[in-house]
């Protein structure tokens, strides 16, 4: 996967030259390069200019950003802008994203953008409602979602298959050695070594997760038979 990334400050992405993303890059699976846009800026290398019709704070020009996504020459990128009224994203959306070849990622600042910027955009993203300095924690956030799930990144593929949103509910609870640690012990279903009793318990431990942490993921969640059977019971247990 090849990913630019529009930005005024570079220097903040470090953190994508470490862990799985950077051995994704070191395998040859990833190629992100960082375009400061200040660079490509015609007006004294400013990049952002008052509001037509007046307001409060500074919007950033649509030059700078039209001149440098340009010079990029990709073929057909999906071209992403974060900014907080866009599309909340989710694991789905970084399940979408990690079957594209190109992305390209805009990271504003000031109180917002030229709207003839978005004509560039095939993507508006938010992480959640609240407000950011920035893109880039958003983009970082999105990138690390994203390249994770590009297939040879994450040794084995069912490593993040059973992943908390990926199947729709809240991962199961997991356990390594020691058995006993302080008293607590690993629960015995675990050491049965009996597969089917194993899946049925992480089953129905995501699903009762799922119920006290996340209600709102069963609205529209298609439960299969044998988790409507394993959901009736744990709520008649919540119940009594």
Known sequence: MKIDILTLFPEMFAPLEHSIVGKAK????????YHNFRENAEKARHVDDEP????QGMLLR????????????????????????????????AEELAQEEELIFICGHYEGYDERIKTLVTDEISLGDFVLTGGELAAMTIVDATVRLIPDVIGKEASHQDDSFSSGLLE??????PYEYRGMTVPDVLMSGHHENIRIWRLEQSLRKTLERRPDLLE???????????????????QS
């Open 220 to 238: 529209s969640y298609q439960f299969s038979k044998e988790e409507e059977k394993i959901f009736e019971k744990i709520k008649n247990e919540t």
């Open 26 to 33: 070191e395998k040859g699976l990833l190629d992100i390069q």
């Open 52 to 55: 037509y019709g007046g307001g």
């Open 172 to 177: 199961y609870p997991q356990y390594t050695r």
């Open 62 to 93: 649509a030059q700078p950003i039209f001149d440098t996504i340009e010079k990029i020459n990709a073929k057909q990128p999906r071209v992403i802008l974060l900014d907080p009224a866009g599309r909340t994203f989710d694991q789905a959306y």
